[in-house]
């Protein structure tokens, strides 16, 4: 089975303080104190004054900018500020992924949530202060009027505009869990 992002994460910080022999906190500071502003800047300095390989160096900078600190309640609270009429929408989404399979991830970001299975298969977005977007990853399905398609190259093969947790009907819920089976 997949492993969780959580994990995932937890592996590489591992990983990333037995190459170096010090914790994550450590590298934290010495990013911090370095003066350096820009993530390129930060990434070049661990990489050539401490022996980094890239994705140790990504990893150190943006724990410096507190990507991993967030709890993820406290992103999802976050999209919706401003928004709660909203909410409910994203509820009855999150409701329905939890019934497809035991496998379901849900994985909040800053300004948005995935579902994943061994990959992701929908993201759900506050898009506006009156809308929510469903993106789906639903890859050779044809479009409808409702179900529209996104430009090649992006995760979300089609979007879903909805604007109320009672649009969260049969036919979103069916496209959903095809987006489900497929991943």
Known sequence: MAKTQEELLASHIAGMEA??????AHWVKVVQSSGLEKHGEQV???????GFGHGHANLVCQAAKGRFEADEDD???????GKEGLRPIYD???AFAKTLGGDVEIAP?????AFRRSKNFAVVTPATKSRVDLGLNLKGENGTMRLAEE???SMCT??????AAEEVD???KAWLKAAYERA
Request: glycine residues 8%; positive net charge; proline residues 2%.
């Open 19 to 24: 190459k170096t022999g010090k914790p994550l």
């Open 44 to 50: 070049k300095m661990l990489k050539e004054a401490h």
């Open 75 to 81: 992103m999802l609270e976050g999209q919706y500020k």
């Open 92 to 94: 009855a989404l999150e």
């Open 109 to 113: 970001k800053k300004t948005s949530v």
């Open 151 to 153: 430009k090649t190259g």
């Open 158 to 163: 089609h979007k879903i505009k909805l604007q």
């Open 170 to 172: 049969d036919e979103v």
